[in-house]
């Protein structure tokens, strides 16, 4: 079990990636701690991990407020003792370019994609100095990687994720905390399925977001969710400071 006894909080925990992820480092041996705006959504999953006996702490709340994120962090160290894996996923996609976004919607990307992280990092980073080890993984994206059209705030606030991620990389590397953020292109989630739903024409929005891919598919949740074991996990304790790209070739 690669997470076995080891402490991981996943925001953004109860739907897609966050979901998947949960689930797994569960099967892995994690106990967890699982942070998201959805109480019935979260509710419904804690119930199910805790029925198949996983050790598991919900938190209600939005990660992009600083209470939130003191008192997920504070709970987790008074429940469990430590915090060994901070999964920072929680995040939002808006369209739009740059010029069509408006002041409310580019400051409500950066708040949830880019600000939660910075709050949850600063809160769990002395836990993990004080422990001499942990590692934080963040959710970026593709569109972080070289931007990607329509995407203007939400590809900004993913850009950020990767420099967010290299700056405590290199700051806190000495203190035994590895940080990783994650690049995938498009990832069938529920999120997405919502947004091909409202599109003018819901069947073209699919073929358009699967002909991204070269590979003519998009990631599967669960396939992004295994990457977050490995970071997660020591079999990635020689990696730091990297935004690791799983595209389906749309780089190449």
């Not at 409500?108 to 422990?131: E, F, H, W």
């Not at 990832?187 to 819901?202: E, G, K, M, N």
């Not at 002909?211 to 020591?234: H, K, N």
């Not at 400071?241 to 070739?249: R, T, V």
Request: charged share 20%; glycine share 8%.
């Amino acid at each position: 079990m690669k997470l076995d006894r080891k402490v991981a909080i996943i925001t953004g925990a109860a739907a897609g990636i966050g979901e998947s992820a949960a689930r797994l480092f569960a099967r892995e041996g994690a106990k967890l701690v699982l942070v998201d705006v959805d109480r019935e959504k979260l509710g419904d999953l804690v119930c199910e991990l805790e029925q198949a006996a996983a050790m598991v702490l919900d938190i209600v709340g939005d990660v992009s407020d600083p209470a939130v994120c003191r008192e997920a962090i504070q709970r987790t160290v008074h429940q469990y003792g430590r915090i060994d894996v901070l999964f920072n996923n929680a995040g939002i996609v808006l369209n739009g370019s740059l010029v069509e976004c408006t002041e409310e919607e580019w400051q409500r990307t950066i708040d949830i994609n880019l600000k939660s992280m910075y709050l949850m990092s600063r809160a769990a980073v002395p836990v993990m100095q004080g422990q001499g080890c942990g590692c934080i993984i963040n959710m970026s994206s593709i569109a972080g990687t070289s931007g990607v059209a329509s995407r203007g705030a939400y590809s900004v606030s993913k850009a950020g994720v990767i420099g967010l991620t290299k700056s405590l990389a290199i700051d806190f590397m000495k203190d035994g905390i590895r940080v990783n953020c994650i690049c995938p292109a498009t990832v069938d989630t529920p999120s997405l399925r919502q947004r091909i739903a409202a599109a003018p024409d819901p069947e073209a929005a699919l073929r358009a977001f699967i002909a991204r891919q070269p590979m003519g598919r998009m990631a599967r949740p669960e396939e992004v969710a295994a990457l977050a074991l490995y970071l997660a996990s020591d079999d990635s304790r020689f990696m730091t400071g990297q935004a690791i790209i799983m595209d389906g070739g749309m780089k190449l």
